[in-house]
Protein backbone atom coordinates (compact mmCIF):
# COMPACT_ATOMS: atom_id res chain seq x y z
CA UNK A 1 0.00 0.00 0.00
CA UNK A 2 2.42 2.70 -1.25
CA UNK A 3 1.45 6.70 -0.19
CA UNK A 4 1.78 9.17 -2.87
CA UNK A 5 1.61 11.76 -0.05
CA UNK A 6 3.87 9.97 2.08
CA UNK A 7 6.26 9.88 -0.74
CA UNK A 8 6.07 13.62 -1.66
CA UNK A 9 6.16 14.52 1.92
CA UNK A 10 9.30 12.41 2.12
CA UNK A 11 10.59 13.67 -0.92
CA UNK A 12 10.22 17.39 -0.65
CA UNK A 13 11.85 17.01 3.08
CA UNK A 14 15.07 15.45 1.34
CA UNK A 15 15.67 18.16 -1.26
CA UNK A 16 18.29 19.87 1.09
CA UNK A 17 20.32 16.87 1.29
CA UNK A 18 20.64 16.71 -2.50
CA UNK A 19 24.39 16.58 -3.77
CA UNK A 20 22.81 19.79 -6.18
CA UNK A 21 19.94 22.16 -5.57
CA UNK A 22 18.57 22.09 -9.22
CA UNK A 23 18.14 18.28 -8.82
CA UNK A 24 14.69 19.35 -7.56
CA UNK A 25 13.78 19.97 -10.76
CA UNK A 26 14.29 16.37 -12.13
CA UNK A 27 12.94 14.69 -8.74
CA UNK A 28 9.50 16.28 -9.93
CA UNK A 29 9.32 13.70 -12.82
CA UNK A 30 9.73 10.89 -9.47
CA UNK A 31 6.02 11.84 -8.81
CA UNK A 32 5.22 10.67 -12.25
CA UNK A 33 6.68 6.84 -11.70
CA UNK A 34 5.39 7.15 -8.20
CA UNK A 35 2.20 8.14 -9.33
CA UNK A 36 2.38 4.78 -11.89
CA UNK A 37 3.86 2.17 -9.43
CA UNK A 38 6.41 2.54 -12.07
CA UNK A 39 9.32 2.18 -9.20
CA UNK A 40 12.16 0.24 -11.74
CA UNK A 41 11.75 3.32 -14.03
CA UNK A 42 11.89 5.78 -11.16
CA UNK A 43 15.24 3.82 -10.44
CA UNK A 44 16.24 3.88 -14.40
CA UNK A 45 15.88 7.55 -14.44
CA UNK A 46 17.63 7.73 -11.46
CA UNK A 47 20.79 5.93 -13.26
CA UNK A 48 20.44 8.08 -15.90
CA UNK A 49 20.96 11.09 -13.83
CA UNK A 50 23.95 9.72 -12.40
CA UNK A 51 25.52 8.50 -15.81
CA UNK A 52 24.84 12.47 -16.70
CA UNK A 53 26.65 13.44 -13.72
CA UNK A 54 23.52 15.32 -12.78
CA UNK A 55 22.91 13.08 -9.28
CA UNK A 56 25.33 10.91 -7.13
CA UNK A 57 24.76 7.85 -5.63
CA UNK A 58 23.52 9.35 -2.63
CA UNK A 59 20.99 10.92 -4.38
CA UNK A 60 19.76 7.77 -5.30
CA UNK A 61 20.39 6.47 -2.17
CA UNK A 62 18.17 8.95 -0.64
CA UNK A 63 15.51 7.88 -3.28
CA UNK A 64 15.05 4.16 -2.68
CA UNK A 65 15.53 5.03 1.18
CA UNK A 66 12.44 7.08 0.98
CA UNK A 67 10.52 4.27 -1.23
CA UNK A 68 12.18 1.65 0.77
CA UNK A 69 10.45 3.10 4.32
CA UNK A 70 7.11 2.13 2.49
CA UNK A 71 7.94 -1.51 1.81
CA UNK A 72 9.28 -1.04 -1.93
CA UNK A 73 12.42 -2.53 -3.07
CA UNK A 74 13.84 -2.14 -6.21
Known amino acids: NFSLDQF?????NALVSLSNPQLRWEFAALNIYAFNGDF???LGYMEYLVY???ANSNDVSIVTDII???????
Open 8 to 12: QTDLR
Open 40 to 42: AGM
Open 52 to 54: INA
Open 68 to 74: GRQGIVV
